[in-house]
Nanobody, 119 residues
Framework: QVQLVESGGGLVQPGGSLRLSCAAS????????MGWYRQAPGKQRELVST???????NYPDSVKGRFTISRDNAKNTVYLQMNSLKPEDTAVYYC?????????????WGQGTQVTVSS
């Protein structure tokens, strides 16, 4: 089992920045990929960013150039630096860990942290 604890959400004005953190209960070097997803009210959960064990990252066009995902293996923590925030970035942000268990991918989720972008 993997426990993920997110932190860093809050209220920020448009154009501002926030950094989310996700602390894992296991060595993240053993995790196939970690990432961030978000879900706004009335919408489906969507991908924000992922990072694999070799450091490869992925972003959708909606956040590319504004958000940066990174990992600190020594702290078993993944970060999401969010700059130039827009009101449409408002959502609950969830940390995800994807493990390979006997060739099967298994997802674990954090409890979520609210990000609100508003003036």
């Amino acid at each position: 089992q993997v426990q993920l604890v997110e932190s860093g959400g809050g209220l920020v004005q448009p154009g501002g920045s926030l950094r989310l953190s996700c602390a894992a209960s296991i060595n993240i070097r053993s995790i196939y990929a970690m990432g961030w997803y978000r879900q706004a009210p009335g919408k489906q959960r969507e991908l924000v960013s992922t990072i694999t064990t070799d450091g490869s990252t992925n972003y959708p066009d909606s956040v590319k150039g504004r958000f940066t995902i990174s990992r600190d293996n020594a702290k078993n923590t993944v970060y999401l630096q969010m700059n130039s925030l827009k009101p449409e970035d408002t959502a609950v942000y969830y940390c995800n860990a994807r493990l390979k268990v006997l060739a099967v991918l298994v997802d674990y989720w954090g409890q979520g942290t609210q990000v609100t972008v508003s003036s």
